[in-house]
């Protein structure tokens, strides 16, 4: 079972990652630690602990995060794909609960350290609560048993810019530094997000699931799938969050790759772009020149089998009881 924490920004593909992670049995979900991203950090954290609720886990500590990137001040949500609550404008009432007081960072950095090699970062939106807690203690990248985030878009384009994903464009400098870092890391993008399609028949048949969390999510869901119909023409979603837990519990439905990569942390067209060391040079000729140099490989998700993907999932959510 993996010992985790997962670091979010809630959102609606976040409330059904969660669901996912906590319904699946296969994780030991040591706290959320919220983040800016779909919505502000003061919504993120309200939506984490009602979530919780939800789930009949309000015992799981909640620690709030940042609420800017490291450079610069939070540029907004996106509502039209979200909500003004980032939960569909379902609009239910905050949780009776508070969140911890020790900062997001510090929480990762306390749990780091009392499980050392053991624990598991799950990382659902910009990685600015990663970074900050590099810089605070940067002997926990070498403490930290892997990195798993949902973000990037190495071999294909972007979903917030022709160039970036929008949790790395949300703070490319934490990024480019969480990517950088003496820790394993695993991305799990675009490259393989966008093709794991859960279709608005595989919704329906999850609607059946009668639990509180369920209900909730599914309702807000509908947000969701309204903007995919609007923006991608299709009838469903692409499984973003969700997906990074489909590989901690089944990595083998996913083919990986190695590579340095850097983030494009410049203002202009290309900002925010994750860029592995790819071209038509030898590859260790490529990773000696700058920016790559010294920069550790990342395992980056190449190709999936998205329908596998989207089988567990339903799978999870029918068979247990949140």
């Known amino acids: 079972m993996h010992k985790i924490i997962i670091d979010t920004d809630p959102g609606i593909d976040d409330s059904m990652a969660i669901q996912f992670a906590f319904a699946s049995g296969a994780f030991e979900i040591l706290g959320l630690t919220t983040v800016f991203g779909n919505v502000s950090i003061d919504i993120t954290t309200t939506n984490a602990l009602r979530l919780l609720d939800l789930l009949d886990r309000s015992e799981v500590p909640v620690s709030k995060g940042a609420a800017n990137p ?22 239910k009432p905050p949780s009776k609960n508070k969140a911890i007081s020790l900062p997001a960072h510090e929480f990762i950095i306390e749990q780091v350290m009392k499980f050392p090699n053991e624990l598991v970062l799950v990382a659902l939106g910009p990685l600015t609560n ?30 917030a810019t022709p160039a970036a994903e929008a949790n790395i464009l949300s703070d490319p400098l934490a990024a480019d530094e969480v990517l950088g870092a003496e820790w394993p890391v695993t991305m799990i993008g675009l ?26 999510v599914t309702s807000a869901y509908l947000f969701y799938l309204d903007f995919f119909k609007r923006a991608n023409k299709i009838e469903g979603t692409y499984l973003h969050d969700a997906s990074v837990f489909a590989y901690l519990m089944r990595p083998d439905y996913y083919t990986t790759e190695n590579y340095p990569v850097r983030v494009a942390t410049h203002e202009g067209v290309g900002r925010g772009k994750t860029w592995p060391s790819v071209g038509d040079t030898d590859q260790e000729e490529r990773e000696a020149l700058k920016p790559w140099k010294g920069r550790p490989k990342i395992n980056i998700c190449v190709d999936v089998e998205g329908e596998k993907v989207i089988e567990l999932l339903k799978s999870v959510l029918l068979s247990g009881s949140v």
Request: aromatic content about 6%; charged content about 20%; some cysteine.
């Open 70 to 91: 490291l450079e610069g001040v939070f540029g907004g949500g996106v509502p039209f794909i979200h909500g003004d609550d980032g939960q569909g404008n379902t609009n």
């Open 130 to 159: 990663l970074a900050l807690a590099l810089r605070q203690k940067p002997e926990i990248q070498h403490k930290v048993k892997e990195v798993v985030l949902m973000g990037g878009n190495p071999f294909c384009p972007g979903n």
């Open 191 to 216: 490259d393989v997000t966008h093709r794991t399609l859960l279709r608005r028949s595989d919704f329906d048949e999850i609607t059946q699931n009668p639990s509180p969390i369920n209900k909730h």
